[in-house]
């Protein structure tokens, strides 16, 4: 399988007394692919994996691979700052049978480069399923550097990197200098244009949830070097690109799926609904964009 194209990283709905909503999560899937969708992204931190128990963690992602049914491959969120923890979770992962593994940088404990290097080794050694790196300074607290990076892309395991550090000069290196087997991805819907202009292959999108159309003819018109067309895309969806961060993610792209009736609008604390302002800023920018 192909890592190109538009990845979701799926939300995870809530019922009202906070379950997981198995039924609005099966008709996302469902939406995805009749939209076209190149892969899906069960549990990542749009998913709010860290207010999800172990059974849930590993529930969604198996609802996620039974109603995908294969159609399009399923990359599941199994990273944790324990690394016995996330070996845990990726066998069950693999197990569930998952196509890869979104493994993020250990957050919080804020590990050495090599502490980094050990932890994903570790993963990789255990695990015999190829691994996606996620670095994400925002959250993690701190940065993967290329060095580190380019060590990990030697083994066979590890074949790509969700790249959300902000660093088009990162990016750049990384694309210069990894292997050819090795792949990028944004992990951030704002910089997908401008990284696959260095070399990425996609996007592991938030925006995709609502708009996993628009998100496909974006990157397919980049890969394919029609850069015009790409970046006139790229405007028109800006400025819902920049309302899904006017609070913490997911926070707002969940509430545009209740906009959209795909959802309630029920999150774990310690995130909550948006102000009432922020609301409809957000749902302005919806109907300006033509989203509603």
Request: charged content about 25%.
């Amino acid at each position: 399988m192909s890592l190109e194209g538009v990845f979701t990283a799926l939300v995870t709905p809530f019922n009202t007394d906070g379950s997981v909503d198995e039924k609005s999560l099966r008709e996302l899937v469902e939406f995805q692919i009749d939209k076209g969708i190149s892969g899906l992204v069960p549990v990542g931190t749009t998913g709010e994996s860290p207010t999800l128990d172990y059974h849930e963690h590993d529930k969604v992602i198996e609802l996620v691979i039974d109603q995908g049914k294969g159609r399009v491959p399923v990359i599941a969120g199994t990273g944790s700052n324990s690394t016995a923890e996330a070996i845990r979770l990726t066998k069950h992962a693999k197990e569930a049978g998952a196509d890869y593994s979104l493994q993020v940088a250990p957050y919080y404990n804020k590990p050495s480069q090599e502490g980094f290097y050990r932890h994903f080794m570790a993963i990789a050694e255990a695990v015999d399923m190829p691994l996606v790196i996620y670095n994400i300074p925002g959250r993690s607290g701190k940065n993967i550097e290329n060095s580190t990076m380019l060590r990990l892309a030697s083994h066979p395991n590890i074949v790509a990197v969700k790249e959300a550090s902000g660093s088009i000069p990162q990016v750049m290196d990384l694309c210069l200098n990894k292997p050819a087997d090795f792949t990028i991805l944004s992990g951030d819907d704002n910089l997908g244009l401008p990284i696959i202009a260095c070399g990425g292959r996609g996007i592991i999108s938030v925006a995709s949830n609502i708009i996993p159309t628009e998100m496909e003819e974006l990157v397919r018109t980049a890969n394919a070097g029609n850069f015009e067309r790409a970046r006139e895309l790229h405007y028109l969806l800006m400025p819902f690109f920049k309302a899904l961060f006017i609070d913490t993610n997911p926070v707002p792209v969940k509430y545009g799926c209740f906009l959209k009736g795909m959802m309630t609008d029920v999150y774990r604390l310690p995130l909550c609904e948006m102000s009432d302002e922020d609301k409809k800023v957000f749902k302005e920018t919806m109907e300006k964009s033509g989203l509603l």
